[in-house]
């Protein structure tokens, strides 16, 4: 069982990024995904969270209107569309799946 997140790297501020969250051993369409982030000297943070049943999305109130959560079940991948992107979103970003899985982690850095 393993959950990897990767996609990160350096955009300019106004940028877009998408990171993937790719599963292993299980499949994610039965869990509930989170994406979270880690800035620097920060506790993690939920950035957003998708439900298994209904699909709903649950944005935080820093990224709604500029990302967004799909899922590519056949190849069992979430993805996250980062748009407009700002220093402030400069972090770590992990994926979640089902409150259990965790992915290492693929840093995000928004320069200016």
């Known amino acids: 069982v393993q959950l990897q997140a990767y996609g990160g790297g350096l955009v300019e501020v106004g940028g877009s990024l998408r990171l993937s969250c790719a599963a292993s051993g299980f499949g994610l369409r039965y869990y509930n995904i989170g994406w979270f982030r880690q800035a620097p000297g920060q506790a993690r943070e939920e950035v957003l969270c998708?439900?298994?049943?209904?699909?709903?999305?649950h944005y935080s109130d820093a990224v709604k209107g500029r990302f967004a959560m799909t899922r590519d079940n056949a190849q069992n991948v979430a993805f996250l569309e980062m748009n407009d992107l700002t220093t402030e979103d400069t972090a770590v970003y992990y994926c979640?799946?089902?409150?259990?899985?965790w992915g290492q982690g693929t840093l995000v850095t928004v320069s200016s």
């Open positions: 979640n799946a089902g409150g259990n899985y």
């Open positions: 998708q439900s298994s049943g209904d699909r709903r999305i």
